[in-house]
């Protein structure tokens, strides 16, 4: 898999939630790559794409303050706070997972 792939955060909930081990598979996964999967939020997309360090996955994830709680974004009260990061990709997602509900191919 070299091409910039997209995943639906929702969707590939939908798809691994009622299947023994498939959400924590993909917990495994997050976590195998340096993300803790609690922060990332549902509604939101993960991309892995090359770049001139290696492959990398670039996510969302949620922010907290001081005393380590999520806070609402200041900017939009409907919202938590939340910034995009960037990590290595040491593993590959599953094969299986590959152009099924959850994570499309190239671009978007």
Known sequence: MRQRVVIDCHALWE??????????????WLRLNGIEPAEVPLHS????EPSAFGRL???????RNA?????TDPDNRDFAASEDRTA??????EPKWIGQGGIGGAGR
């Open 15 to 28: 798809r691994t939630v009622g299947q023994p081990g498939g959400l924590r598979a993909v917990q495994r």
């Open 67 to 71: 005393d380590g709680h999520r806070y």
């Open 45 to 48: 997309e993960i991309v892995i």
């Open 57 to 63: 996955i670039r996510y969302t994830t949620y922010l």
């Open 88 to 93: 290595v990709l040491r593993v590959e997602p």
